[in-house]
């Protein structure tokens, strides 16, 4: 066994310096449609590389805008999808990261929406998303690529299920 090799050392902020956390908040939807008998989930895959990986439209709150209003507006400018139902609110999820040397805390709200069984998505390329699917239910869970979404989905899963035996 060779020498022990010393730990890096991590340079300290001053303890009287609070660390800057930025926080934004911003909504997105979960998008789903009836087809010829099934249903239909809307993912898009957003960003660059290697790590990008199956979400759902989402962007940021707008100063005086209300979290429904940025859900639409940012399905619209991102996949081009329009005449979508509100179904409900979802919720929410939260989650840190480094940006440009900045620590941001985003807060993102889900809204379900229905599209109409002929939806059809014209990407843009708005934040860099190039790429869409619609997925069969049966398959959303081994689709979505952050786990943190699951018990988002699941609950919109429930959502529509209660709809339709409402129906």
């Given amino acids: 066994m060779g020498p022990r090799r010393p730990r890096p050392v991590r340079p300290r902020r ?4 609070p660390r800057r956390v930025y926080v934004e908040v911003g909504a997105g939807g979960i998008i789903f449609r009836r087809r010829k008998g099934r249903l239909e989930f809307f993912f898009v895959k957003h960003g660059t590389g290697p790590t990008r990986k199956w979400t759902w439209p989402k962007g940021h709150q707008e100063a ?3 979290l429904e209003q940025t859900a639409v507006r940012e399905i619209r400018e991102e ?3 329009t005449d979508l139902r509100l179904v409900a ?3 929410k999820t939260s989650f840190r990261l480094r940006k440009e040397d900045k620590l941001i805390e985003k807060h993102v709200h889900f809204f379900l929406f229905e ?4 939806a059809k998505e ?3 390329g708005e934040e860099a998303i190039w790429e869409a699917v619609w997925v069969p239910a049966d398959d ?10 699951n018990r988002l989905l699941a609950k919109a899963i429930k959502i529509i299920a209660r709809e339709e035996r409402e129906r």
């Fill in 140 to 149: 959303v869970f081994q689709t979505v690529g952050y786990r943190n979404l």
């Fill in 79 to 81: 996949t081009g999808l």
């Fill in 64 to 66: 005086g805008e209300e």
């Fill in 89 to 91: 609110w979802i919720g």
């Fill in 115 to 118: 599209a109409p069984p002929d």
């Fill in 14 to 17: 001053p303890i009287n310096q």
């Fill in 122 to 124: 014209v990407l843009t």
